[in-house]
């Protein structure tokens, strides 16, 4: 069994036989699988093997329970992916997931397991900025499901099929909790580059939320602002992928 395939569990999509020198891991929004980024992979290839990491709760782990809280997911999601750490690595993560990327960075650093070659930051203002507003996981369904989809969150097909929103939705509330209630677990500065990414008419962040996270690191840091709301990452992935392989020197 080679070191990849120790780790499959929490990584969604085929194993990585490219022998790419760099790894992304890379993390959803809330709701969110590893197939968010299913149409990363060839684009990302020769310089880059994507790793598209598969929470608990969805997609291939759906029987799982979900996890609620960051500090009940970062210790057993890094030790899923120390096998995976064989080469130099960057860590992508998109709404939610850009929270859960800022944790992993760090609490790999802190294992002295490595500290990665850059954190890209999504569409998530950083977490020392209060929220905005009230949070949405502890409204009723008839509630919940239309705050949700008001950020084109939720697809039409899932919206219109309610054997599948019954599925899908413990998942979604779950992970609006994980996020909604996260607090920083560390206060000490990253000391990896961060490049922060964001839609220009995201009604959650503004491109002056996202360039706070500039304080999140003693390193170089980056803002690209693309055309496109809360997942701007659909219609603007040719770009989106041209600045992580531009950041990662893979161009």
Do not use: K
Request: proline content about 10%.
């Amino acid at each position: 069994m080679t070191s990849l395939q120790l780790g499959t569990a929490w990584i969604g999509g085929p194993a990585d036989e490219t022998g790419a020198p760099l790894r992304l891991f890379c993390f959803a929004h809330a709701g969110g699988g590893a197939t968010a980024y299913r149409t990363w992979r060839e684009p990302l290839l020769p310089h880059v093997a994507l790793a598209p990491v598969q929470l608990p709760g969805r997609e291939s782990r759906l029987r799982e329970r979900p996890v609620r809280s960051m500090d009940n997911l970062i210790a057993p999601l890094c030790d899923g992916l120390l096998p995976m750490l064989d080469r130099p690595f960057a860590v992508f993560g998109h709404s939610m997931g850009a929270a859960i990327a800022f944790e992993v960075a760090h609490e790999l650093a802190r294992r002295g397991w490595g500290a990665p070659v850059r954190l890209f930051v999504s569409g998530r203002r950083p977490p020392h900025l209060p929220a905005r507003r009230p949070p949405l996981h502890r409204l009723r369904d008839e509630q919940f499901v239309p705050a949700v989809s008001s950020l084109n969150g939720i697809p039409r097909e899932v919206l219109d099929a309610p054997d599948i929103m019954a599925l899908v939705l413990p998942t979604l509330r779950a992970d609006f909790e994980l996020n909604e209630t996260y607090c920083p677990r560390r206060t000490d500065l990253l000391r990896c580059p961060v490049t922060a990414l964001t839609g220009d008419a995201d009604p959650e962040v503004t491109a002056d939320e996202m360039a706070a996270w500039r304080d999140t690191t003693r390193s170089s840091f980056d803002l690209h602002v693309f055309p496109g709301d809360h997942f701007y990452l659909r219609p603007a992935r040719d770009a989106v992928l041209a600045t992580v392989l531009d950041r990662l020197g893979g161009t």
